[in-house]
Each structure stands twice: as structure tokens, then as C-alpha cells.
């Protein structure tokens, strides 16, 4: 397993795609030979490459397939960036790239401890930014966010604090609820019904289909 860099974005082969004009974002194209429309306005022609980069990544700092592509995304997602789902292994991720960390629990040392599926929740995030370009949930729906009403709540609170035109990275296990029958399983579909109701753009870009069946799908307020 390599170490995480000492510095920010260091050794990532994604080049940052925020704040580039539509030439620039055509010439990042250009060099790594992706086929992109050129008539895209410029936030769809941003949206295509950060899809394109999301099937060519190659550093990695996990062993674990599902949480090194993780790793390997969330560069070429914009900042402000919120990142939902804190956990042990991802305290270090502040040195992959910049981000507010929120999470429920306050062992795990967030930014801001907060719990998603709650009005106090937007409060809470929008005192550091009034709203994010990017969000990161991962871990979170199907690990405590599990009943319907939950899932609709967190989604929507998602909305209200992100930018228009924002983007979110889901990532959750297709497989049933710890210790719970295969029914509680949210598959792809029942998680892009989810998405549909508040985003736009909705799409799978990747899946695994190992012990975990982790999934993560892109899409944009």
C-alpha cells in the first residue's frame, strides 16, 4: 500500500479541472486522447471529462479495490467539497485534496459533527461555506441512513447545501443492511430512484462485485 502524500493532490495523475476555461478543459481532453463533444456548454463539457477520468485512474493509496478508486476520484471533484461519512480510514484523505469532513460520530473527529438526516444539519454545514461545489457521501446510506424517510431527508438536505450545478459522489454496499435479510438490499436502481427525485444526471460509474458490492454513482443538483 503506498503512503498518502505530505502534501496535497501530490503524484495524482487527474489534473484539476475547476476553474478552467473551455479551452483548457479541451486541451486536458486532447492529451488524454478522450472524445468529447466540443459543443458541450462548458459545465456539461466539465461534467463528460470528470466521467472520462473517472475510468482512467491510476495511483492508488488502499488495498481495498472499492475504497482505492474512492481515492483515486474525489481529486477531480471542485472545492468546496463536503465529505460525508468519516471514518478511521479516511482521516488522511485531507491530503489527497481539500475538504470539510462531517460525520455523526464524534470519535472519528470530524469537521463538523452532524447528523444528516436532521434540519440542524444545514445550519451546521453552511457555517463553514454557504454551499459546496462538490459532495462526497459515502458509507452513509445503508450504514444508519437506512429507512426510506432517512434516505429522502439526507438527499434532500444534500441539495440545500450544494452549489447549482453541484456535483455528489454516492457511494454505498448493494448488499443487505448489517445483520438485516437480503430485502433491505438498495440495488442500483432503487438508489438512481432515489437520486432522480433530487438531481439531475444521474449515473453509475462504477461497481464492484466483491465481498462489499460497493457502487458509486455521479450525478449533478
Known sequence: MNKLPKQQNKECNIPCINGKNKKQLIKIANDNKFKINEKLELSDYRY???????????????DID???YLEEIIPCFPEPMLFLGWAKYTKEYGKICKMISVDIKTKVKPDII?????????KKVKEQHNNYKSLIINGVIGWGVNEPEQIHKALNNCKKV????GYMLMGWNAMPFE???DD????????????????KDVKLIKSFQDEWKQMYIVCRK
Open 184 to 199: 433491505t438490499t438498495i440495488t442500483i436502481q432503487m438508489m438512481k430512484k432515489y437520486l432522480n427525485k433530487y438531481f
Open 179 to 181: 445483520g438485516e435479510s
Open 48 to 62: 463528460n471529462l470528470l466521467l472520462k477520468f473517472a475510468n482512467k485512474v491510476k495511483f492508488a493509496y488502499s
Open 66 to 68: 472499492s475504497r482505492k
Open 114 to 122: 452532524a447528523d444528516i438526516t436532521t434540519d440542524n444539519f444545514v
Open 162 to 165: 450544494m452549489s447549482p450545478g
